[in-house]
Nanobody, 114 residues
C-alpha cells in the first residue's frame, strides 16, 4: 500500500507564502494525475489543484492565480506553491491521486493568521 506524506505547512501571516510537498511511495507515480485537496474546520474536503501526467494543471477558482502545483517524477513528489495567502486558506492540506486514490495521509496544517 502506497503512502502519502505531506509536509511544509505552518503558521503564516496574510499575504505570505508557503510551499507544500507530498512524497508518494507508490509505483507508477508519473502515470497519474496528482491533486492537492484541503479541508477547513467544519467543511468538506475540496479540490484545490490538479496536475496531469502530461503536466496540465487545473485550479479551483478560489486559488487560481495564487497557487501553483508542480511535480517531480524523479522524486515521486508533488508540490504546491502558495502565494498571497488569505485567512480563508486555513485548512489541512492533503495530496492524492485524481483517480485510483490511495488511503489519505495525515495532511499538513496551514494556518493563515495575523
Amino acid at each position: 500500500q502506497a503512502q502519502l506524506v505531506e509536509s511544509g505547512g505552518g503558521l503564516v501571516q496574510p499575504g505570505g507564502s508557503l510551499t507544500l510537498s507530498c512524497s508518494v511511495s507508490g509505483q507508477d507515480f508519473a502515470a497519474y494525475s496528482m491533486c492537492w485537496y484541503r479541508q477547513a474546520p467544519g467543511k468538506q474536503r475540496e479540490l484545490v489543484a490538479r496536475i496531469s501526467a502530461a503536466g496540465n494543471t487545473f485550479y479551483s477558482a478560489s486559488v487560481k492565480g495564487r497557487f501553483t502545483i508542480s511535480r517531480d517524477n524523479a522524486k515521486n513528489t508533488v508540490y504546491l506553491q502558495m502565494n498571497s495567502l488569505k485567512p480563508e486558506d486555513t485548512a489541512v492540506y492533503y495530496c492524492n491521486r485524481w483517480t485510483s486514490q490511495y488511503a489519505w495521509g495525515q495532511g499538513t496544517q496551514v494556518i493563515v493568521s495575523s
